[in-house]
């Protein structure tokens, strides 16, 4: 069984301030990790993943993640924020189910970029 | 580049009414799956495919059926519409294979009234 929290349903920063979203994982296996982002009436979006390759990840318009095993935590990250970061964000744990991988997603993280 | 796409946008259903949401992939995938979306949760997995003539259940599959008789389409069928199927459902597909991201479509808006 695997399970996905994300520690915080909204999170509000300042433009040019550091993006900080929490997720934590549970899988019986080594998990593969995803974070996605769904911006307004739009669908999922991958921003990056992890596959047991390095453990810090980089992925588009500058986010990046990384993976602690000891933590089971894969936070994501961005040095600065921008007003188009201003979006829905889900952390994915992938793992095979039958007779194919199938993701659990977390509910989600609400992020606001205050001007 | 098209990737997925879903169809339609927007629907409002009568109690017992039925559709069918329409799904298509021009990536030449052979997984894709249907999932749907209540408000503050996260994506639950209802039906997927992993080839044509190939469907499993996923975790809510109640309510819902799925065929698919080619790699590109996978279409949702809502035979006798309920409230609770009010939702924002999503269609992905990805490649076979470990590890692949799936790529999803834009989603049915679908309100049972």
């Known amino acids: 069984a695997q399970s996905v929290t994300q520690l915080d349903s909204h999170v509000s920063v300042s433009e040019g301030t550091p993006v900080l979203l929490r997720c934590n994982y549970s899988s019986s296996y080594s998990p593969s990790l995803f974070w996605y982002v769904q911006h307004p009436n739009k669908g999922l979006q991958l921003l990056l993943k992890?596959?047991?390759?390095?453990?810090l990840v980089k992925g588009i318009n500058g986010f990046e993640a990384e993976f602690k095993k000891s933590e089971t935590s894969f936070h994501l990250t961005k040095p600065s924020a921008h007003m188009s970061d201003a979006a829905e964000y889900f952390c994915?744990?992938?793992?095979?189910?039958?007779?194919?991988?199938?993701?659990?997603f977390g509910s989600g993280t609400q992020l606001t970029v205050l001007p | 580049n098209a990737g997925v796409t879903q169809t339609p946008k927007f629907r409002i259903l009568k109690i017992g009414q039925s559709m069918t949401l329409q799904c298509t992939q021009d990536?030449?995938?052979?997984?894709m799956y249907w999932y749907r979306q209540d408000p503050g949760m996260g994506l639950k997995l209802i039906y997927y495919s992993v080839g044509a003539g190939i469907t499993d259940k996923g975790e809510v599959p109640n309510g819902y059926n799925v065929s698919r008789s080619t790699t590109e389409d996978f279409p949702l069928r809502l035979e006798l519409a309920a409230p609770s199927q009010t939702s924002v459902y999503f269609c992905?597909?990805?490649?076979?294979?470990?590890?692949?991201?799936?790529?999803f479509g834009d989603g049915t808006r679908l309100s049972i009234l």
């Open positions: 992905a597909s990805s490649p076979q294979g470990t590890n692949q991201p799936q790529h």
């Open positions: 992890y596959t047991s390759a390095a453990t």
């Open positions: 990536m030449n995938h052979n997984y």
């Open positions: 994915v744990v992938s793992a095979f189910s039958g007779s194919a991988r199938q993701l659990t």
